[in-house]
Antibody, heavy 122, light 106 residues
Framework: QITLKESGPTLVKPTETLTLTCTFSGFSLTTNGVGVGWIRQPPGKALEWLAL???????HYSPSLKSRVTITKDISKNQAVLTMTNMDPVDTATYYC??????????????WGQGILVTVSS | DIQMTQSPSSLPASVGDRVTIICRAS??????LSWYKQEPGKAPKLLIYAASSLQSGVPSRFSGSGSETDFTLNISGLQPEDFATYYC?????????FGQGTKVDI
């Protein structure tokens, strides 16, 4: 059974750094074709792709956030970590970590965490 | 960035209806297209990947088609649990981008 769960602070102040951890089970980030992504959704708005890390440690970031976002993985702990610096109220959103499945060459997110609502406010 | 545009944004429907949601990419994405369903307060759920492949466990009333820039999601025989918001997403080139969503409601 594949599960993912996001954890971290639910309230951060402007200018602070946010660190979110995705703890997963049922798969390994050493398996060819597997990855973990971070996606967010501001209240009442659409989904926004933030970052992606592959089994081979290849990483991709949204250009609009690239200077602020870092994604890493800890194989021994079955975790993927998102760090976002200089948080602003516009970063208030539910943050999700889904598993990436690559079928052939096409990637999609087949399992999702429940999400964590992060509010940025002083 | 590749822009994904869905239409309509809102789709009134009734149980039993056949509905079609359109997703257009700003450039060719081959078949690198996925569809997700999101119910209020819940995480998205993968329905279709590679434009037309049905994810395991998803009812066969869902189907996807299209390639290059034009894609459709069809739901035949709408069920009460299908009233939700649907998103398309391209994985052809990073940054991967989502459409703005289509809300199917009563």
């Amino acid at each position: 059974q594949i599960t993912l769960k996001e954890s971290g602070p639910t309230l951060v102040k402007p200018t602070e750094t946010l660190t979110l951890t995705c703890t997963f089970s049922g798969f390994s980030l050493t398996t060819n074709g597997v990855g973990v992504g971070w996606i967010r959704q501001p209240p009442g708005k659409a989904l926004e792709w933030l970052a992606l890390i592959y089994w081979d440690d290849d990483k991709h970031y949204s250009p609009s956030l690239k200077s602020r976002v870092t994604i890493t993985k800890d194989i021994s702990k079955n975790q993927a970590v998102l760090t976002m610096t200089n948080m602003d109220p516009v970063d208030t959103a539910t943050y999700y970590c889904p598993r990436l499945m690559v079928a052939g060459t096409v990637g999609s997110f087949d399992y999702w965490g429940q999400g964590i609502l992060v509010t940025v406010s002083s | 960035d590749i822009q994904m545009t869905q239409s309509p944004s809102s789709l009134p429907a009734s149980v039993g209806d056949r509905v079609t949601i359109i997703c257009r990419a700003s450039q060719s994405i081959n078949n690198y297209l996925s569809w997700y369903k999101q119910e209020p307060g819940k995480a998205p759920k993968l329905l279709i990947y590679a434009a037309s492949s049905l994810q395991s466990g998803v009812p066969s009333r869902f189907s996807g088609s299209g390639s290059e820039t034009d894609f459709t999601l069809n739901i035949s025989g709408l069920q009460p649990e299908d009233f939700a918001t649907y998103y398309c997403q391209q994985s052809y080139r990073t940054p991967w981008t989502f459409g703005q969503g289509t809300k199917v409601d009563i």
